[in-house]
């Protein structure tokens, strides 16, 4: 089994709704990210938690929220989602370290 | 604040040629360097790394890259590269400095050519 799973893969949403992407990891880390991709802008840091009390925002957070449910688990929300954010979003792990990061296979998110 | 410049958005390069992906990046203090690498449809996985020791550091599949304190730069080379090497690479790197999760740069899109 992947180290870091995502639900779902892909999601198609309409404008003004509510949509939940969900990451798990068995890897043990602390450490959780949250990234989007868009083509020629790379991977950008939405949000980042470094223990279940820890939240922090990214680059781009304006329009997400995020909830730390425990240790292995870390959701992505967007309150109403719009098209500009079509796009392939990562959920990434580390240790306490913060080096290396565990990547999962990624959601492809169509906002219509 | 560290941040990372990958020079080429984009690399044709003809099959069993060389190729160079140039990373350069900024931090005032010590750091860790990182290639990922993105298949097609696929998430992003570890290439190779540098945290410590020698300064040239290998994959697997026969990249390599060279720690330049001096230029501050990780550029990834291969001297012979394969179809199955057409993929999306990405530069990172993490500071010393705090607790900042790693910076990535814009990535670099290799296509190799048949």
């Known amino acids: 089994d992947a180290d870091v799973t995502q639900t779902p893969r892909n999601r198609i949403t309409k404008t003004g709704k509510r949509i939940m992407l969900e990451c798990s990891q068995t890897k043990g880390h602390d450490r959780m990210y949250w990234y989007r991709q868009d083509p020629g802008l790379g991977l950008r840091l939405i949000y980042y938690s470094f223990d279940v009390k820890d939240i922090n925002k990214g680059e781009i957070s304006d329009g997400y929220s995020v909830s730390r449910q425990a240790q292995a688990k870390f959701s992505l929300s967007l309150e109403s989602a719009i098209p500009n954010q079509t796009a392939l979003y990562f959920c990434?792990?580390?240790?306490?370290?913060?080096?290396?990061?565990?990547f999962g296979p990624g959601t492809r998110l169509t906002v219509t | 604040a560290q941040s990372v410049t990958q020079l080429d958005s984009q690399v044709p390069v003809f099959e069993e040629a060389p190729v160079e992906l140039r990373c350069n990046y900024s931090s005032s203090v010590s750091v860790y360097l990182f290639w990922y690498v993105q298949y097609p449809n696929q998430g992003l996985q570890l290439l190779l790394k540098y945290l410590s020791g020698s300064t040239l550091v290998e994959s697997i599949n026969g990249f390599e890259a060279e720690f330049n304190k001096s230029q501050t730069s990780f550029h990834l080379r291969k001297p012979s590269v394969h179809i199955s090497d057409t993929a999306e690479y990405f530069c990172a790197v993490y500071s010393f400095s705090g607790n900042t999760p790693l910076v990535f740069g814009k990535g670099t899109r290799l296509s190799v050519i048949a």
């Open positions: 990434a792990t580390s240790d306490l370290a913060g080096r290396e990061q565990y």
